[in-house]
């Protein structure tokens, strides 16, 4: 886990400072049109992978015929997708009253691609948990690419700039990521492999494309309801608070299920293994997060000038609902240990309705009030995501919460003083440090007297770490 933090941070570290310097380049209306863009790349993506990656994870007498069978499967629905974007384009520009949409998703769906064919190497790196491979992958990837969207920015290529960004960062990954694997792949197909795979891997496709949905669905009506301009401002909004947790669910989901599979059939062991994962996440997850909300006007401001100021409000409610989908997704990545994909399709059709319901309510009073449906979505899907684990393992909603109690709270007492503190000082840059002193010093020295050992016990492990 902790390599697997220093790949995905440090990777988002990076995308962090381009993105700053693509805001202040790129206007409000060239980011919403992106953004409707990879919506629609989104969900091909989602096909592609299918939920064999996790399939492979899971099974543990993998072979090479399961292998190049999903790595042939992963080409072969690449094509079909970027053929269906390629024609229904002029329909999404249509729809949209955006005519460059078209040329757009066309170029954009090259990518598709190029994930087909890193697919099979990233899950392998992943099985060998060769998180140190991937992060160099990664990095060098999302430098180069950055470098050149901020050239193209800068010389008003608006959203092409990060278009090509995106096509950039993926073929340099394609190239990179197979000189890290020690494996040679064959366009070979085996129906035994297939529907073995698929009895675990379609449940998790369903699950991932109606999950796809619950994440994508409000950008899609904001860019029709709205405006583009008004998506802009929410993607930007947003993107702050899922840099963080990209980089910090992703660690969870590729390094959980792996760990978690080992333990399977140890349910005692499980359990206690979940208990440790919910208890030191908490420490972490809930001060990182209410830091972000409680400064999201200076760090909106300072960082990208006050033409995002309307991204502020979004970006902190986000930040709170993504505290709470962290942990809540530990229990999806502990049924998927256990082989049970069928019980979080389940979860998600209820999930999918409460958000669209919620959402459908919010959208005429604008991008705020869409912001706290999603808030208020996200806390009732905990109560769902912990359903079945309260069931059948006796470590449920109550159970989490009570093992997590002390974070919440400190990190709620601390947002508020924080906040009121920040009434009386003007500037923005000493807003933040004062936050960062609260959110450090004082948080550190309030767990040590509620007697939480959990970060000196993470601390204790990056200092051993070889």
């Not at 390599?3 to 805001?23: D, H, N, P, R, T």
């Not at 992106?34 to 992978?49: A, E, K, N, R």
């Not at 999302?142 to 090509?164: C, K, P, R, T």
């Not at 009570?402 to 400190?410: E, S």
Request: one cysteine or more; glycine letters at 4%.
């Amino acid at each position: 886990m902790i390599w697997s933090s220093l790949e995905k941070f440090s990777v988002q570290g990076v995308s962090f400072a381009i993105g700053i310097i693509l805001a202040r380049l790129l206007t409000p209306k060239e980011y919403g049109t992106v953004g409707l863009i990879l919506v629609f790349i989104s969900f091909s993506q989602v096909f592609i992978d299918s939920g064999f990656g996790a399939a492979l994870i899971q099974k543990q007498d993998r072979n090479e015929k399961d292998i190049n069978t999903v790595f042939t499967f992963n080409f072969i629905v690449a094509l079909i997708c970027y053929a269906i974007i390629w024609l229904i384009a002029p329909l999404i520009s249509s729809y949209y009253h955006i005519e460059e949409l078209v040329y757009f998703i066309r170029v954009l769906g090259i990518t598709l691609f190029f994930q087909a064919a890193t697919s099979i190497p990233q899950t392998l790196l992943t099985i060998k948990m060769d998180f140190r491979s991937l992060a160099k992958v990664n990095i060098i990837a999302s430098v180069f690419s950055g470098v050149i969207a901020i050239y193209l920015a800068y010389h008003e290529y608006g959203e092409m700039a990060i278009i090509w960004q995106n096509i950039l960062r993926t073929l340099i990954i394609t190239v990179l990521i197979w000189f890290f694997i020690d494996w040679k792949p064959k366009f070979s197909f085996f129906k035994k492999s297939f529907f073995t795979l698929f009895s675990f891997g379609s449940k998790l496709l369903i699950s991932s494309l109606l999950n796809n949905i619950l994440n994508n669905v409000s950008s899609l009506f904001i860019g029709k309801v709205l405006s583009v301009k008004s998506l802009g401002f929410y993607t930007r909004g947003t993107q702050f608070s899922d840099m963080i947790f990209g980089s910090v669910y992703s660690i969870y989901s590729s390094v959980l299920l792996p760990s978690l599979s080992s333990i399977q059939n140890d349910k005692e062991l499980l359990i206690k293994e979940t208990r440790n994962i919910i208890k030191t996440s908490s420490v972490l997850i809930f001060p990182l997060f209410t830091f972000l909300a409680v400064t999201s006007k200076p760090i909106i401001i300072l960082l990208l000038t006050e033409k995002w100021m309307e991204a502020a409000p979004v970006m902190a409610i986000i930040c709170v609902a993504r505290a709470i989908t962290i942990i809540s997704g530990v229990n999806i990545s502990l049924l998927y240990a256990i082989g049970r994909s069928d019980l979080v399709l389940k979860q998600q059709y209820f999930k999918l309705t409460i958000r669209i319901v919620f959402l459908l309510i919010s959208f005429k009073f604008g991008i705020i009030w869409i912001a706290l449906a999603e808030l208020l979505a996200t806390l009732v899907h905990f109560f769902i995501n912990t359903y079945y684990p309260g069931k059948y393992m006796n470590y449920g909603a109550l159970s989490q919460i009570n093992d997590a109690k002390t974070p919440i709270l400190v990190s709620t007492v601390l947002s508020l003083i924080t906040l009121f503190c920040h009434e009386y000082i003007p500037n923005n840059l000493l807003k933040i440090f004062l936050s960062m002193f609260v959110f450090s010093i004082v948080y550190y020295c309030t767990l040590k007297f509620f007697g939480l050992r959990e970060l000196d016990k993470l601390i204790a492990k990056f200092k051993g770490l070889k």
